[in-house]
């Protein structure tokens, strides 16, 4: 699969605008200077990248899948799109590119759920109350 992706990347001379990275030790950098995510999976739980993405204010493009609606709220946090719909895929991705106001809404929106609902503090909190309450 690997391979018919660099040779569809070559055929339409994509090579300057998409990269194949593979391992890095470096993902959060990459996110980081990265205008957006595309998360294309058939199914999914809750991947961590998207988590990372979020704090790291790189938009989101997801297939609307496993854990990913509970995480994404179209156009709100993310943008979230039906597994199989290529088209309506890449229109999100373009729109997110292209729309700034859209765009910075959304990273805004991402920001503050992820530091809201899942940074470490919420989550130590979150479990001490858990404990907490099961002592007494």
């Given at each position: 699969q690997k391979e018919q992706l660099e040779n569809y990347i070559i055929q339409h001379q994509l090579q300057q605008h998409i990269k194949l990275a593979g391992y890095r030790?470096?993902?959060a950098a990459l996110l980081e200077a990265s205008t957006l995510l595309a998360i294309t999976s058939k199914t999914e739980g809750t991947p961590l990248v998207a988590l990372e993405a979020m704090a790291?204010?790189?938009?989101i493009v997801s297939t609307n899948v496993g854990g990913m609606p509970n995480l994404i709220e179209n156009t709100v946090t993310g943008m979230l799109v039906d597994t199989g719909h290529?088209?309506?895929f890449c229109r999100a991705c373009l729109n997110l590119i292209?729309?700034?106001k859209l765009r910075n809404d959304i990273l805004k929106g991402a920001f503050d759920k992820v530091n809201e609902h899942h940074c470490m503090n919420t989550q130590s909190?979150?479990?001490t109350n858990y404990y907490q309450e099961a002592c007494v």
């Open positions: 030790k470096d993902a790291l204010k790189t938009a290529h088209e309506d292209t729309e700034d909190m979150k479990l």
